[in-house]
């Protein structure tokens, strides 16, 4: 049960609603409740599926599948994720507002890669690792559905909170978004880098 616990809490941690409401603000502002709740209850359903698939496939998902090594992964997802970070520190909501695409494609765009990133197929994979089957499907059901009940409950709260006190809102919004963007430039250079030790450390076993 610690594990089962321990597992869902990595993933709440890195998918993050109270930081999650800040790249999606732009559509907190635009869209109403009922369409909000909807567009965001489908990205967490295919965000779901992803994050389900390789906590079931684990490594084999790279190794097998994919003929790549998970240490790749991390790599390359830490440089992606650096550079989200980099851009999100420099230009704010406008780096996501790139990243999401036409309005058409809004659900797919919020579940990658704003559900779906390096960090939280990282902790799907660890969860698949620990977890029996069953229970790493529920682990990533509870963590990423229960992120997207917050994110809504934060945009009731938004647009009651707006009206009243719209400076403290964006007050929120900045020092939120200045966060994040240090968050996302730390779990991405700890992905470089675990990534770099284990390339490091097959290759010095190589020469031994």
């Given at each position: ?7 869902i ?32 209850i ?5 965000a ?12 084999a ?80 059901l509870?963590a ?16 009651w ?38 390339w ?9």
């Amino acid at each position: 049960m610690n594990d089962f616990i321990n597992s869902i809490a990595l993933l709440l941690i890195l998918l993050n609603p109270f930081l999650l409401i800040v790249y999606l603000m732009e559509l907190v502002q635009d869209l109403d409740l009922k369409l909000f709740s909807s567009v965001l209850i489908r990205g967490g359903l295919i965000a779901s599926v992803i994050h389900i698939t390789f906590a079931l496939l684990g490594d084999a998902a790279f190794s097998k599948y994919l003929r790549a090594e998970f240490a790749s992964f991390q790599i390359f997802g830490g440089i992606v994720f650096l550079i989200v970070g980099i851009n999100f520190m420099l230009k704010g909501n406008m780096a996501i507002e790139a990243l999401r695409g036409p309005p058409e494609h809004i659900a797919g765009s919020i579940a990658m890669p704003i559900l779906v990133g390096p960090a939280t197929v990282s902790a799907s994979v660890m969860m698949g690792k620990t977890l029996s089957r069953p229970m790493a499907v529920l682990g990533v059901l509870v963590a990423v559905m229960g992120t997207v009940l917050v994110v809504i409950s934060l945009k009731v709260l938004h647009d009651w909170v707006k009206p009243r006190h719209e400076g403290l809102v964006q007050r929120y919004i900045e020092i939120a978004g200045r966060v994040t963007a240090l968050i996302v430039g730390i779990f991405a250079v700890e992905m470089i880098m675990q990534g770099t030790t284990v390339w490091v450390e097959r290759i010095l076993a190589a020469v031994g």
